[in-house]
T-cell receptor, first 113, second 114 residues
Framework: DAGVTQSPTHLIKTRGQHVTLRCSPISGHKSVSWYQQVLGQGPQFIFQYYEKEERGRGNFPDRFSARQFPNYSSELNVNALLLGDSALYLC????????????FGEGSRLTVL | AQTVTQSQPEMSVQEAETVTLSCTYDTSESDYYLFWYKQPPSRQMILVIRQEAYKQQNATENRFSVNFQKAAKSFSLKISDSQLGDAAMYFCAGVRDSNYQLIWGAGTKLIIKP
């Protein structure tokens, strides 16, 4: 069975640009969460979606947005990129919306120049 | 507010020996869950072990076990018979029962010496 897949794996953008990161959860999983991991730090929670509705949002500016599609895949969008947005963006899926085990993808490494 | 603190940026252990990684989880909640995740160079976070705060018994998964001291807010991970494949960043994380947001520590880099 395929695990959580994220695309792209690496990308480079310049300040002010926009980026879209994609995540496909494990088949049958209905919840997707997004985390930002800056180099040398632990991940920071950005969003959780369950059954296509936003379940939680972390302390990130409105430049960050996300959505979940009917097939439970998800997109994370970041507008007006700043140098500080350079990070590994991790997507995790879980079966339900509760505290079940999170399964992570390998992340999308974003570099903002 | 919740905070997760890992005070050991790096630990090293000889292969086949035992190592303990430390974590403190500060919260005013009574119901919460604690996790240890492993992140190898491949970047993918892998769940190592999970502990429910209401359970008095410490969780164990093969060579991995935790020592959860609720009053002291301590949640340490013990790795027995360390193997080269255990080398990775280890993150401690916690979540409130009423919330779905994992709060993470800064991580501990574990080095296994052959």
């Amino acid at each position: 069975d395929a695990g959580v897949t994220q695309s792209p794996t690496h990308l480079i953008k310049t300040r002010g640009q926009h980026v879209t990161l994609r995540c496909s959860p494990i088949s049958g999983h209905k919840s997707v969460s997004w985390y930002q991991q800056v180099l040398g730090q632990g991940p920071q929670f950005i969003f959780q979606y369950y059954e296509k509705e936003e379940r939680g949002r972390g302390n990130f500016p409105d430049r960050f947005s996300a959505r979940q599609f009917p097939n439970y895949s998800s997109e994370l969008n970041v507008n007006a990129l700043l140098l500080g947005d350079s990070a590994l963006y991790l997507c995790a899926s879980s079966l339900g919306g509760g505290l079940g085990e999170l399964f992570f993808g390998e992340g999308s490494r974003l570099t903002v120049l | 507010a919740q905070t997760v603190t890992q005070s050991q940026p790096e630990m090293s252990v000889q292969e086949a020996e035992t190592v303990t990684l430390s974590c403190t989880y500060d919260t005013s909640e009574s119901d919460y869950y604690l996790f240890w995740y492993k992140q190898p160079p491949s970047r993918q976070m892998i769940l190592v072990i999970r502990q429910e705060a209401y359970k008095q018994q410490n969780a164990t998964e093969n060579r991995f076990s935790v020592n959860f001291q609720k009053a002291a807010k301590s949640f340490s991970l013990k790795i027995s018979d360390s193997q080269l494949g255990d080398a990775a960043m280890y993150f401690c994380a916690g979540v409130r029962d009423s919330n779905y947001q994992l709060i993470w520590g800064a991580g501990t880099k574990l080095i296994i010496k052959p």
